[in-house]
């Protein structure tokens, strides 16, 4: 048991290792750097930068040593605490994330414990009467929420919001809270704006969950072992619920891990079309603009929250399946 | 037939099919047997010819798509009333509290009959605690001690470990031990030693054999190991696509067959007595399609004594054929 | 003998009414009984039909624009005639709008075009090399520039049924070219890693799981955006194909890997290593038939994620650019809100998007479904 945490462990350290190696890359992939742009749009808002001022500029910000030098000054500077400067917005990288990585991971978090939620039940039920009416009506909802991409949704909801409603159903603070300091009226608050980006993430996985827990259940319910149970007297619901169930969830625990990312990513395309303030449209404009530190960070931030979240997921699948426990994967 | 209130359980006519879009499965069609208290049944023949399914009918546990569709399983109650098993709901109160307390089942696959996530004892005190008000205190020691009387040392360590930790002959034991946890009257083993080297099975065999004296209590034993049955049975119905073909007690079965298919079987059990190098006498043909059943005596195209005209136009009944015999054959009407 | 020769004849011709055939037949008989994906297929095929004759679909250029008619809404095509079905769409007629003093197109109710179908239109060169003037649907006597705006128009006055055939076409062969890619990248690592095991497969299994571990999105952006604006569209095309197989392959990699680790504990593998076949022969032969069907299917699922991947990139605007046209491309215009309110036509080519993906889902579980032996 120690032996798959310690595992575990190592390569959590080796993902985030890579995922800080790739963020960089990315950032330094476009031809030119940070400077290029900014003299590309210094020009075209009529104002020139000499040659003298760009190669000062590169100095200062570090840009023109080698990339591996400029890697390591990057992770020296963030294993301090230090994340760096905005360029574009001028001031440290940490003030302008502020919150948005927070909410982000509250939108995700959100999203997955709606789409558990509805998804459990539903696929337990179309694996113990399938091919039912509701199972197949179920089952094509589940195909239409995971035909809509998330943005089409958003988008869709925005304009019924918007034509029928007169409202902005986007963002997630009231007017009044948005520049407000963290209290428990402000978290109410949130509370009560999830609902509709907690949804529309969630649709796609949802469908996807009903499915996988629907055929998984109906692989277990065929099993010797829940005739046993029956055979002992057990009510229906019981010999259901407490072990083919069980058993079926199991693979559900490990899949929160890559459930993360998947979610992650989908509310940063939301979070553009709803107007959310999380890290999705700061990360786009940071990467129009070539703002090294402010798009590496967040790339980093958030692979580093999602790798923390499939470790706790293995550590909670470990401690829900003995098999694991006892060294039998 | 014995109408005999002294039968712990009496079946009659049993008939159950499988519905399928492909067709339907007649898995049982028409089986007739009784189970006196105290004695083992045993109910052999080949794998398809619905031993199983008759066991699950007795329960009423059959997996959809399959359904009893006519007969009576007349089981005596403790209080010497008579219910029919057929008549009652299947996952009713009452069908349910007779289902492992008053009937136990034991498997075939101990592999795969406890749940791979839950230990043992939590499966065995569970057993315990539907069919006793007790506390769980005293069901977990009722527990260890059915471990302990199925022969599984340290049962006190044992009722905590999982499935896996355990060796096949021990969770067979422990199947066993949960079946009997809540004493039943009538024990179901559906091919409880198939799965087992054959030490084990000894002495799983000799498990049984002592529970039984020692409860009193009935045991339907379902293999297709002839041996099994010589040894354990005192009674022996012997089945053929889901009809019951021959009866009679073991003895007069082994000693003095009378159905053709029964003749063939013994004929081909490999014998210390038999002249060596002899060719081993096997059952021409094989067990037709279940959605080609042959017209007729469903054996007629294997039987040795095919009588045609007769034997492929209509299907023999059992009928009584002396003290406690039964055959279901032309031969003998 | 001769009672065990008749009996296992018998026997014979008896199953021979359960017909016996091979396993490619019994897939598709399964196949054939799933309604929906059926439904999906058919669906499919005409979707591919549009991919492939685009411009005969469509029935003006989708790039040329005109700015007088822009957020034109649609006009519908008007079946009945006086009676009898003679198809028409009215003239349009330009005037001048009171509120805005803007130059706007209205219909004329007392100028009507016949429409005809499988007529004549403008030219264009099918395949790149067959001349044809023949669209699906065409005007008698005007132009069907001015006249044939089904879906309506964009914000740059471009006709949004001609542009939505032709994204059709973008949008789907970048799916197709895309999932080979990881199809090949899949099968053959995952492949290896199932088959050989040991050390290859634990490198293999954390590359896996490191690169399942990253959020797509924010890598595919990055890399989306480090391509150089000047690239031509053709260029942005495959490298945005490349992208996203990269990281799509890890699902069909996980997939070989188990079905090549269970087939290799089967016994009819053992008994082939024992007969003496070659790894080569055992690996083509005997494993790869049987799990090639659970490739299909994962394939066939794999492409509907590579094309919402490709809209939302393009609908970011860091995917596909104009004067590339995909769907993605074409639910750019979408964004903002309040231009939505007011044409909400704009939203149309996401119904393209939903229905192919729905479709490519329903077509996939059904191979599964018939592909699976256990069901």
Known sequence: MLAYIVRRLVLAVLTVWAISVLSFMIIHLPPGDYVTSYIASMSSSGSAVSEGEAQALREQLGLDKPITVQYAKWM?????????????????????IGDRLVLTMVISVAAIVFTWGIALPIGIYSAVYPYSFLDYLFTFIGFIGLAIPG??????????????????????????????????AKIWDLTKHLPIPAIVLGVAGTAQLIRIMRSNLLDELRKPYVMTARARGLSEYRVVMRYPVRVALNPFVSTIGYLLPYVVSGSIIVSLVLSLPTVGPLLLKALIAQDMFLAGTIILMLGVMTVIGTFLSDLLLMWVDPRIRFGRE | MQNDAKLLLSVKNLRTS??????????????????????????VGESGCGKSVTAQSILRIVDR???????????????????????????????????????????????TSFSPVHTIGAQLIEAVLLHNAVSRKEARRRGIEALRSVGIPKPERRIDEYSFELSGGLRQRAMIAVALSCDPRLLIADEPTTALDVTTQAQILDLLRK??????????????????????????????????????????????????????????IPSIDSVPRLKLP????SIPHPFNRPTGCPFHPRCASFMPGRCDTGEPQLKPVGAGRQVSCFLYE | MAEFAAALEEGVVAEDRIA??????????????????????????????????????????????????????????????????????????????????????VPDTSNKIPVTFFGRGEPYQLFGFITSDRHLIAVEGAKPSESLFLMGTDTHGRDLWSRLMHATRTSMTIGLVSVALSLVLGVVLGGISGYFGGAIDTVIQRIIEILRSIPTIPLWMGLAAALPADWSVVQ??????????????????????????????????????????SKSRIIFRHMVPSFISHIIAATTLAIPAIIISETSLSFLGLGLRPPAISWGVLLQDAQNIQALVISPWLLLPSLAVIVSVLAFNFMGDGIRDAADPYL
Not at chain 3, 255 to 270: A, H, N
Request: a negative charge; charged letters at 20%.
């Open chain 2, 18 to 43: 499988f519905f399928q879009d492909e067709g339907t499965t007649k898995a049982v069609d028409g089986a007739s047997f009784d189970v006196s208290p105290g004695k083992t049944l045993g109910i």
């Open chain 1, 76 to 96: 020296g500077l963030i294993l301090q605490g230090n994340f760096g400067m905005a360029m574009e917005w001028g001031r440290p990288v940490s003030d302008v």
């Open chain 2, 211 to 268: 529970i039984q004296r020692e409860r009193g209590m009935a045991v339907m034993l379902i293999t297709h190991n002839l041996g099994v049955i010589a040894e354990m049975a005192d009674d022996v119905v012997v089945m053929y696509l889901g009809r019951a073909v021959e009866q009679g007690n073991v003895d007069d079965i082994f000693h003095d067959p009378k159905h053709p298919y029964t003749k063939a079987l013994l004929q081909s």
């Open chain 1, 151 to 184: 943005f089409l949704l958003a988008l869709v909801v925005m304009y019924v919001g918007f034509a029928y409603f007169g409202a902005n159903v986007g963002g997630l603070f009231s007017p009044d809270f948005i520049e407000a300091p963290w209290s428990v």
């Open chain 2, 65 to 111: 798509p399959g359904r009893i569709v006519d007969g009576e399983i007349v089981l005596t109650r403790a209080d010497g009333s008579q219910t029919d098993l057929v008549k009652l709901e299947a996952n009713g109160r009452e069908m349910r509290s007779i289902r492992g307390g008053e009937i136990g089942l034991v498997f075939q696959e101990p592999m």
């Open chain 2, 282 to 285: 096997t059952i021409s043909g």
């Open chain 3, 236 to 277: 942005v095309y495959f490298a945005i194909t490349i992208i996203i197989s990269l990281i799509g392959w890890t699902e069909l990699a996980r997939v070989v890997r188990g079905r090549f680790i269970s087939l290799k504990q089967e016994d009819f593998v053992m008994a082939a290593e024992l007969l003496g076949c």
């Open chain 3, 20 to 105: 016996v055939a091979t396993q490619w037949q019994l897939i598709w008989w399964r196949f054939r009984k799933h309604k929906l994906a059926v439904g999906g297929t058919i669906v499919l095929v005409a979707f591919y039909l549009v991919a492939l004759f685009a411009d005969f679909f469509a029935y003006v250029d989708p790039t040329e624009s005109e700015a007088q008619r822009s957020l034109m809404a649609p006009q519908p095509i008007h079946w009945i005639d006086e009676g009898s079905f003679k198809p028409y769409v009215y003239a349009l007629k330009g005037t001048r709008d009171p509120l805005t003093f803007k130059r706007v197109y």
